[in-house]
């Protein structure tokens, strides 16, 4: 039986915390493939290359010395930024397995977005680098 | 008992227990300085997994002087800053047999799979 209270994930930008300013986090891992089909095969045969990364969550924007979007203005651009996402809050193991995500690119961000009722919130997205999962 | 619902009831007791708290979910043991779970709520996804909701409410002591409100207020907060996934909460007037206590109703959404 599982009982997972919902939206506990933890997200890590370096060693920063931001889980409490994000309410949706999504990764998505994987490889990019390369053809090896020889001569006599019967169908085409793939082989896996370089991985792929692609990071997205929704931050709700703090501004301050340590905030949220100073943290994410000093990782602009810089392309070694350091992600770490869980499932959930609890330790790490093989029912809440951690990716870490390395060397990877946050191109852009949105510092300012605001609406008249709505809490102000962005959406942080992250490409490239390289990623590891890991249940200890 | 044992089930998808009851260990969710049993998950949620917990929690509020690790956190000092006084679950109830025998309304017959409801009383101010607790904090009553309420049966879930659920929206089916498989056979096997249920998006569930549950209301706490949280008792205070009628008859809702400033003294109540400050401890359902810090209760709240205090829920809320745990891993228990609070979505919404509203104040209410809970009634427990002829008496009416002041409350707070906080939903929460857990995921559950057998």
Do not use: H
């Amino acid at each position: 039986m599982a009982i997972i209270y919902q939206g506990d994930a933890t997200i890590l930008i370096g060693a920063s915390n931001i889980s409490l300013n994000c309410n949706n986090v999504t990764i998505e891992l994987g490889v990019e493939t390369g053809d090896a089909t020889v001569m006599g095969d019967t169908g085409r045969k793939m082989v896996s290359t370089l991985q792929t990364v692609s990071v997205s969550a929704t931050v709700f924007l703090e501004y301050g010395a340590s905030s949220v979007e100073a943290l994410i203005y000093a990782e602009v651009g810089a392309g070694d930024t350091t992600i770490v996402v869980t499932p959930s809050s609890a330790a790490v193991g093989v029912g809440n397995p951690e990716f870490t995500i390395s060397n990877c690119m946050i191109a852009t961000y949105s510092p300012v977005s605001t609406t008249v009722g709505d809490l102000s919130t962005m959406t942080m997205t992250a490409t490239a680098g390289t990623w590891v999962r890991a249940t200890s | 008992m044992a089930g998808l619902f009851t260990d969710s009831i049993n998950a949620v007791s917990a929690s509020l227990s690790a956190l000092g708290l006084v679950p109830v979910t025998d309304p017959r043991n409801a009383r101010p300085l607790t904090v009553f779970v309420e049966l879930p709520t659920f929206t089916n996804w498989t056979s096997k997994i249920a998006d569930v909701t549950i209301t706490l409410r949280v008792l205070g002591a009628p008859p809702g002087n400033q003294d109540t409100t400050d401890y359902i207020l810090e209760i709240v907060d205090q829920i809320m800053d745990s891993e228990i996934a609070v979505i919404s909460g509203q104040p209410t007037v809970a009634q427990i047999g002829s008496a009416e206590l002041p409350a707070y109703d906080l939903l929460i959404k857990i995921s559950a799979a057998r």
